[in-house]
């Protein structure tokens, strides 16, 4: 019984994460949400940053649903899809979290393994 509690707890967590389907925006920003560090868009099966992203920097992930209009985008920083982050200390990965109460998670292994995306961050 415990271990059908624990999946449907997992299912319920997932099913409120991003769907990140085509056209899905993901800006990386400053903790204070003024400064944007970097960006993309899901396009083609893979999420391509362009911008600097300096390894082991605070940020949170700001994801956009595609086609929403720039009046609207306000909407997401009052919102849950503001994740925190940190970027790895090799800069190829951001590990986010996606729930206060959860532990962080590789963005690369996440985006690979749940949303058959390929996660590519800017090189040195």
Do not use: H
């Amino acid at each position: 019984m415990m271990l059908v509690l624990v999946w449907f707890l997992v299912s319920q967590i997932v099913s409120g994460l991003p769907e990140m389907s085509p056209g899905t925006e993901v800006r990386l920003v400053s903790q204070d949400l003024l400064t944007i560090y970097a960006s993309a868009r899901v396009e083609e099966g893979r999420l391509a940053f362009s911008g600097t992203i300096e390894p082991d920097q605070e940020v949170r992930l700001l994801i956009f649903p595609p086609g929403v209009d720039p009046q609207r985008q306000g909407e997401v920083l009052e919102g849950a899809s503001a994740f925190p982050g940190r970027v790895s200390s090799q800069g190829r990965d951001i590990l986010v979290r996606f729930s206060d109460d959860g532990d962080s998670v590789s963005l690369y292994d996440w985006l690979g393994e749940e949303r058959g995306i390929l996660l590519v961050m800017p090189g040195p």
